[in-house]
């Protein structure tokens, strides 16, 4: 059971250019995100998808974009790349109940470098 | 909006001892989850433990235990018996109660913990 994976782990761009981070999850959840990290300012949520032909933004979505392409799938999309996004990316998934907490799952990150 | 605190950037604890991180957070919903997540070097997110608000009975999972204080908004985790592999960044997270559509995390800053021989 893979549960969460990223691609790719890591990457190093120059300014300006574009690249897309993808996220598949095997656990049927409906709900994915993308977090940043940054150190000394924990994980900020970039965008989310409550469900399959949704996204909304999130906390820091400047400079993003998303796709949902399906169930699985959530990618995260920086068209012109800035130093300020460099950072390290996780993609979560989880799943929506009527009841009970909606506890994430988390890839294992993925760190860009913008140059 | 929500808001979570961290106050303790590191902290060191021995082996076999017992540690308290701290976290308080601030939100004017009644109906909510608190988390606590540990990140080791490997940079991989693993949930720790989790408190209902609704529930007045503290969460423990084996050596992991929160002292829970709804009217003071506190959510501290204690670690018993310390081992070298709790070591690592420990993040303490809020998410509001939703039914049916997303979840959300709001994340502290985190306090990096180093158990010592």
């Known amino acids: 059971n893979a549960g969460v994976t990223q691609t790719p782990k890591f990457q190093v761009l120059k300014t300006g250019q574009s690249m897309t981070l993808q996220c598949a999850q095997d656990m049927n959840h409906n709900s994915m995100y993308w977090y940043r990290q940054d150190p000394g300012m924990g994980l900020r949520l970039i965008y989310y998808?409550?469900?399959?032909?949704?996204?909304d933004k999130g906390e820091v979505p400047n400079g993003y974009n998303v796709s949902r392409l399906n169930k699985r799938e959530f990618s995260l999309r920086l068209e012109s790349a800035a130093p300020s996004q460099t950072s390290v990316y996780f993609c979560?998934?989880?799943?929506?109940?009527?009841?009970?907490?909606?506890?994430?799952?988390f890839g294992a990150g993925s760190r860009l470098t913008v140059l | 909006a929500q808001t979570v605190t961290q106050s303790q950037p590191e902290m060191s604890v021995q082996e076999a001892e017992t540690v308290t991180l701290s976290c308080t957070y601030d939100t004017s919903e009644n109906n909510y989850y608190l988390f606590w997540y540990k990140q080791p070097p490997s940079r991989q997110m693993i949930l720790v433990i989790r408190?209902?608000?609704?529930?007045?009975q503290n969460a423990t999972e084996n050596r992991f235990s929160v002292n829970f204080q709804k009217a003071a908004k506190s959510f501290s985790l204690k670690i018993s018996d310390s081992q070298l592999g709790d070591t690592a960044m420990y993040f303490c997270a809020f998410m509001k109660l939703y039914t049916g559509t997303a979840s959300k995390l709001t994340f502290g800053t985190g306090t990096r913990l180093q158990v010592t021989l």
């Open positions: 408190q209902e608000a609704y529930k007045q």
């Open positions: 979560a998934s989880s799943d929506t109940g009527s009841s009970g907490a909606n506890v994430l799952t």
């Open positions: 998808s409550a469900s399959e032909g949704t996204t």
